[in-house]
């Protein structure tokens, strides 16, 4: 099955094209890796897949919908991690988990269980009743992973996960990223890290000028080659094209 599909999708701003002709697909179980430079339309994508933002042209659906038409079914079925989004200042993460929870219409005791689950799995328990804005930006983020997996979402589209994390949470949030996928759900990660996208994801694509322009598998690499001097090969060629 697949998780999300893209054909065509177009968009700028006002004489900027941030996309310029996207075709993406991705499978169900895939934890797939959206690599490109400053500018390249990763947040550009993310926003209209996420049913944020418009495209253009083009077509899209994601987990089954299509984020223009009905953007509130996609955003039910997904987890939406942002980058550089705190939770809200004035609510502690136990209060700001309920209030996702409602928006959600998540049961109070799957809300806590989750919680629990959580706070424990990225060390933040001792925090749950901190107001959010006396939270460390490590903190804060492990607040931000938590309510993007609080309902289990089958597809999660996460920008940056690992900034501010400790190597230690990094690892264990790593590990389950991987175990998450292999139970069959889909993980949609825009990052800068081409070392973190070599050892975790299964596929890669990489974005130029509002264009894929490759995709590769980590698993395919030859002995001595590394990702991102293949990432940077890619947006080389790519450049020279424009
Ligand atoms: N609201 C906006 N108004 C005008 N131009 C915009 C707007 N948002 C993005 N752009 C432009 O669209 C292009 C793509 O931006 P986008 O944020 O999608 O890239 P990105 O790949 O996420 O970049 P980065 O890695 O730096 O976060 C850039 O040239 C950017 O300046």
New binding site residues.
């Given amino acids: 099955m697949t998780a999300l599909d893209v054909r065509d999708l177009r968009r700028s701003?006002?004489d900027?094209t941030?996309l310029a002709d996207l075709s993406l697909s991705v499978a169900d179980g895939e934890l797939f890796g959206f690599l490109?430079?400053?500018?390249?339309?990763?947040?550009?994508?993310i926003k209209i897949l996420t049913g944020q933002l418009t495209p253009d042209g083009g077509t899209a659906e994601v987990a089954g919908a299509d984020p223009v038409e009905h953007p509130l079914d996609v955003r039910e079925r997904i987890g939406i991690l942002p980058?550089q989004e705190s939770p809200p200042s004035f609510l502690t993460p136990r209060e700001y988990f309920q209030f996702v929870g409602d928006v959600r219409d998540l049961d109070e005791s799957r809300v806590a269980e989750a919680t629990e689950t959580w706070a424990d799995r990225l060390g933040f328990a001792e925090k749950l009743d901190t107001l959010s804005t006396d939270l460390s930006r490590g903190q804060q983020q492990k607040v931000m992973i938590t309510q993007a997996f609080l309902h289990d979402p089958g597809l999660v589209f996460i920008d940056e996960p690992l900034v501010n994390l400790d190597p230690i949470v990094q690892e264990r949030f790593k590990a389950f990223l991987t175990d998450y996928t292999e139970a069959g759900n889909t993980v949609f990660l825009s990052t800068?890290d081409i070392d973190v996208a070599e050892d975790l994801c299964t596929r890669v694509g990489v974005?130029s000028g509002g264009e894929l322009v490759a995709t590769r598998r980590p698993s395919d690499l030859d002995e001595g080659e590394s990702l991102l001097d293949l990432f940077l090969e890619d947006v080389d060629a790519a450049a020279m094209e424009a």
């Fill in positions: 701003y006002g900027v941030a490109g430079p400053n500018g390249a339309g990763k947040t550009t994508t980058e800068h974005l």
